[in-house]
């Protein structure tokens, strides 16, 4: 069965810093990567998505990840961190085997932002 | 413009007292799920609709039920909530059960069983 690790319970990073959100899956083919951000009081929001070609994959709000297949990550960036971005963030994958398009989901990582 | 709207916000109930929650959308989608999200946990797939075709997870228990009188609108039933039914319980849609389908989903109802 697969599975997404998200290693970072917490992160806390300063206003216009970089921002990295770890993400490992565990799948014995190529899963289908997503990463979704839940604001406080929000619905999940999808911010990009990965499924073949370029590992490299450009999302909204400028944020953008990639695609390690030596590493089983799908690592979530950000160049510079707006306090906006203050929420939760959660990796999650599908399989071309999943029924009904299941996600399979991390346990998320909180992110604060400093002033 | 909600496209996905959950009602209540925030739900209260007692220890085995049916609860239903309810989800709206205004995308005309053929699909609907309900997921479950624990304190600090990963959102759970409950179950989901494709159209009226009702798919429930292997380990979904039978006290979670679900409705969907019409396009729109799909209910959470919970017969006897148990404290550990406890959670956000967060509905979204999609177009599709194509692979990579995006999800669009709602706020989410916080229950609480007290």
């Known amino acids: 069965a697969q599975s997404v690790t998200q290693p970072d319970i917490h992160i806390t990073v300063s206003e216009g810093a970089s921002l990295e959100l770890r993400c490992n899956y565990s799948?014995?083919?190529?899963?289908?990567l997503f990463w979704y951000v839940q604001s406080p009081g929000q619905g999940l929001q999808l911010l990009l998505k990965?499924?073949?070609?370029?590992?490299l994959v450009q999302g909204i709000k400028g944020f953008e990840a990639e695609f390690k297949r030596s590493q089983s990550s799908f690592n979530l960036r950000k160049p510079s961190v707006h306090w906006s971005d203050a929420a939760e963030y959660f990796c999650?994958?599908?399989?071309?085997?999943?029924?009904?398009?299941?996600?399979?989901f991390g346990g998320g990582t909180r992110v604060l932002v400093k002033p | 413009d909600a496209m996905v709207i959950q009602n209540p916000r925030y739900q209260v109930t007692q220890f085995g007292k049916p609860v239903t929650l309810s989800c709206s959308q205004t995308l005309n989608h053929n699909v609907m799920y309900w997921y479950q999200q624990k304190s600090s946990q990963a959102p759970k797939l409950l179950f989901h609709y494709y159209d009226k075709d009702f798919n429930n997870e292997a380990d979904t228990p039978d006290n979670f039920q679900s409705r969907r009188p019409n396009t729109s609108f799909c209910f959470l039933d919970i017969r006897s909530p148990g404290l550990g039914d406890a959670a956000m319980y967060l509905c979204?849609?999609?177009?599709?059960?194509?692979?990579?389908?995006?999800?669009?989903f709602g706020s989410g109802t916080q229950l609480s069983v007290l």
């Open positions: 979204a849609t999609s177009g599709t059960t194509g692979l990579g389908e995006k999800l669009f």
């Open positions: 990965y499924f073949s070609g370029d590992t």
């Open positions: 799948y014995g083919a190529t899963p289908y």
């Open positions: 999650a994958l599908t399989t071309i085997k999943a029924a009904g398009n299941k996600l399979t």
